[in-house]
């Protein structure tokens, strides 16, 4: 069975200090590797996602994630945090020999203080 | 841009009442998800349609939940009768199908419905 760790329930960064959310992950086979974003009483917004390829993806307001298949990591990262930047973030996962059904993680909540 | 709408966004009922909860997801979409989450967590799968069929409702439970989508566009998930345990947010999702699996693979979430039994 899939499951997804997020090993830190907060994460305290000044504004302008580079920002990391860490994830790790279990699953059978090859996975493919998610990140959302959730504000306050609303739904999740989607940051980046490793399918295939470079192991560095780029995604939605300066955000990165690097995928460690030897680690069997995909951490969050932003060089710069600015204090919108707040929120909860979700990190999810679907083995590829199981369609469509995301196995998420318990969530990061980020605090990014002026 | 276009995006999954929900309805209600908040809900407040007596246990033991029925509740029902409306998606509409991104046109064209063929596939659409139902999640719960409940505070503190990250969500998990209700049930999963492609187009008008259920693909997977494995953690469904069924004999109070219920979920449709006739038409295979919009969908309904309904609560009868709602227990205290049932107050979470419910997630409506959605993802395109056909075509390379990097545009299938992203699910795009609507705002939720909060949901309060009391």
């Known amino acids: 069975a899939q499951s997804v760790a997020q090993p830190e329930d907060q994460v305290n960064v000044a504004e302008g200090n580079p920002l990391t959310v860490k994830c790790t992950y279990s699953?059978?086979?090859?996975?493919?590797l998610f990140w959302y974003v959730q504000y306050p009483n609303r739904g999740l917004q989607f940051l980046l996602k490793?399918?295939?390829?470079?192991?560095l993806v780029k995604g939605s307001y300066g955000f990165e994630a690097e995928f460690n298949k030897s680690q069997t990591s995909f951490h969050l990262k932003k060089p710069s945090a600015l204090v919108s930047d707040s929120a909860l973030y979700f990190c999810?996962?679907?083995?590829?020999?199981?369609?469509?059904?995301?196995?998420f993680g318990a969530g990061t909540q980020v605090v990014v203080t002026p | 841009e276009a995006e999954v709408a929900q309805s209600p966004r908040y809900k407040i009922t007596e246990k033991s009442q029925a509740v029902a909860f409306w998606c509409d997801p991104i046109?064209?979409?063929?596939?659409l998800y139902w999640y719960r989450q409940i505070l503190g967590q990250g969500p998990e799968l209700l049930v999963q349609?492609?187009?008008?069929?259920?693909?997977?409702d494995s953690q469904l439970p069924k004999d109070r939940f219920s979920a449709e989508r006739l038409k295979g566009v919009d969908s309904t998930l309904k609560i009868q009768p709602a227990e205290l345990g049932d107050s979470a947010m419910y997630l409506c999702?959605?993802?395109?199908?056909?075509?390379?699996?990097?545009?299938?693979?992203?699910?795009?979430f609507g705002p939720g419905t909060r949901l309060l039994v009391l």
């Open positions: 999702a959605s993802s395109p199908v056909g075509g390379a699996v990097e545009f299938e693979e992203t699910q795009y």
């Open positions: 699953v059978s086979g090859n996975p493919y």
């Open positions: 490793y399918i295939t390829g470079d192991n």
């Open positions: 999810a996962v679907r083995p590829t020999d199981s369609w469509g059904k995301l196995q």
């Open positions: 046109s064209g979409h063929a596939t």
């Open positions: 349609f492609q187009d008008e069929s259920v693909v997977d």
